[in-house]
């Protein structure tokens, strides 16, 4: 805690704070800060801890000022499973006017596997949001034991983008259809960039470890 560099010494009161053996105070008086650099830090660091400071990252994502502190509010708010009333706040932050925060609240809803956030993606998808947001959600809601409508994935496999096709690559490892298993081997074989046809052998792998599993 008295190093020199300030990187150090939040990784330190992180550590500390994980652990139980101090607060996050200074994060949450961080969180305070008129520096937006400093508040968003701040939220990032309330996210890795996991275990105080809901009140504070609750309200920077319902009222900060930046969109780059309510963006790490809302990825910290993932950390925080167990409590509705932030899936609701994040529910509310995919309507957010800047696309970082919503995608920020939709990264948070996918992780959080609880009925309340997986009310929340069901309903985006019915909203025909653009093709990043609709392969999150479904990739999530497919993870979950849902049953998910392959067309997409399948057609954004046939697209040129390699973040959108990594993602749909995600929707295919989560399925449990055989059209799913189907569409990952013809991935693997005939997909033009080497990282897809990495992303997709390797998503079959998984899928035939679930299978010998029983799960």
Do not use: C, N, W, Y
Not at 125 to 141: D, G, H, N, R, W
């Amino acid at each position: 805690l008295s190093d020199p560099a300030g990187v150090v010494r939040d990784a330190a009161a992180i550590a500390l704070a994980r652990l139980g053996l101090s607060d996050a105070g200074q994060f949450l008086t961080a969180l305070k800060d008129p520096d937006e650099g400093v508040r968003a830090s701040a939220a990032k660091s309330l996210g890795s801890i996991g275990r105080s400071g809901l009140a504070a990252l609750t309200t920077a994502l319902a009222s900060d000022s930046s969109a780059g502190v309510r963006a790490e509010a809302a990825t910290a708010l993932a950390s925080f499973r167990g409590d509705p009333a932030s899936l609701d706040l994040l529910a509310a932050a995919l309507k957010d006017k800047s696309g970082r925060v919503h995608l920020s609240a939709l990264r948070a809803l996918a992780r959080r596997d609880e009925p309340g956030s997986t009310a929340a993606l069901k309903a985006l998808l019915l909203k025909s949001p653009p093709p990043e947001s609709a392969l999150i959600a479904t990739a999530a809601l497919a993870a979950r034991g849902v049953e998910t409508d392959l067309e997409l994935p399948e057609l954004t496999l046939g697209q040129k983008d390699p973040e959108l096709k990594a993602l749909a690559v995600a929707v295919l490892a989560a399925s449990k259809s055989p059209r799913a298993a189907d569409l990952l081997v013809k991935a693997m074989r005939d997909d033009p960039d080497a990282r897809i046809r990495v992303r997709a052998a390797a998503a079959l792998v998984a899928r035939l470890r679930r299978v010998k599993a029983g799960r």
